[in-house]
């Protein structure tokens, strides 16, 4: 399967703050000899080198309704993401305002994607089967985000693991996408997220190819190799940790 996230309360406007940029002061000495080889002049000089300052900031990440899983031919499937969450950093240095990206990377203890279920995930109208169960374990989350355009790029990755009760339990499939505000397309799914707002909400897509695993049934089930998309409603909260 494929996927993302999404959910949140009102993010905390951010404030870029002005600090003095410390400084590093570097001692270089020279030394200049005769003919002879004896050692004639010594010339110091001082150097003071810029050390740039950052700011820290806090990034909340919540995943809601509506979202949306699609893998190879089959429709996509309905899904109820409201739940997940993660927490992660991004730091941004203060001497380039011109530079709006903000690089964050989320903490993979704090990040959660809630399993698909019967009670969360439907197909063609109806929930899943009771003993249909897949897990999400994130790998990575990271990328930047752009706080004046909106603009969110986050690389995503994780295993997803199908079983169906104690019966069956598929090796993982590995899923490596960029969930983004912009179009993500592929050759089989596409589709366009919609950028931050000022309430922090956003609509992250991604496309991503799943090699054969080592498991004929779900190759043949799935018709591995194949493509998977995720298309889901987030809410992101920037703060300043200072």
């Keep these: 399967m494929s996927c993302k996230m999404n959910s949140l309360s009102p993010p905390i406007p951010c404030k870029f703050y002005t600090k003095k940029p410390k400084l590093r002061r570097r001692n270089t000495v020279f030394f200049s000899f005769s003919s002879s080889?004896?050692?004639?002049?010594?010339?110091?000089?001082?150097?003071?080198?810029?050390?740039?300052?950052?700011?820290?900031y806090t990034v909340?990440?919540?995943?809601?309704?509506?979202?949306?899983?699609?893998?190879?031919?089959?429709p996509d499937f309905e899904y109820d993401a409201?739940?997940?969450?993660?927490?992660?950093?991004?730091?941004?240095?203060?001497?380039?305002?011109?530079?709006?990206?903000?690089?964050?990377?989320?903490?993979?203890?704090t990040l959660y994607i809630p399993p698909l279920t019967s009670s969360n995930t439907k197909f063609?109208?109806?929930p899943l089967p009771?003993?249909?169960?897949i897990d999400v374990v994130p790998e990575a989350f990271q990328g930047s985000i752009n706080q004046e355009s909106g603009k969110v790029d986050l690389e995503f990755k994780a295993k997803f693991l199908f079983s169906a009760g104690s019966l069956y339990k598929a090796p993982p499939l590995l899923v490596k996408t960029v969930l983004t505000s912009e179009e993500s397309k592929g050759t089989m799914k596409s589709g366009r997220g919609k950028r931050l707002d000022k309430e922090g909400k956003?609509?992250?897509?991604?496309?991503?190819?799943?090699?054969?695993?080592?498991?004929?049934?779900?190759?043949?089930?799935?018709?591995?190799?194949?493509e998977c998309f995720a298309d889901l409603n987030a809410v992101?909260?920037?703060?300043?940790?200072?």
Excluded: H, W
């Excluded at 080889?37 to 820290?56: D, F, H, L, N, Y």
């Excluded at 993660?86 to 240095?93: E, I, L, Q, Y």
């Excluded at 992101?236 to 200072?242: A, C, E, K, L, V």
């Design 37 to 56: 080889g004896k050692q004639q002049k010594r010339v110091s000089t001082s150097t003071s080198i810029e050390t740039p300052t950052t700011e820290a």
């Design 60 to 74: 909340s990440f919540k995943t809601e309704k509506g979202c949306k899983l699609g893998i190879s031919r089959y």
């Design 82 to 109: 409201e739940g997940g969450k993660g927490t992660g950093v991004g730091a941004k240095v203060t001497e380039n305002p011109a530079n709006n990206d903000l690089p964050v990377s989320f903490d993979l203890e």
């Design 124 to 126: 063609l109208g109806l």
């Design 130 to 133: 009771p003993f249909l169960k």
């Design 202 to 226: 956003c609509r992250l897509v991604g496309v991503a190819t799943i090699d054969p695993i080592d498991d004929f049934l779900m190759n043949s089930f799935l018709g591995l190799p194949t």
């Design 236 to 242: 992101i909260s920037i703060s300043s940790s200072s």
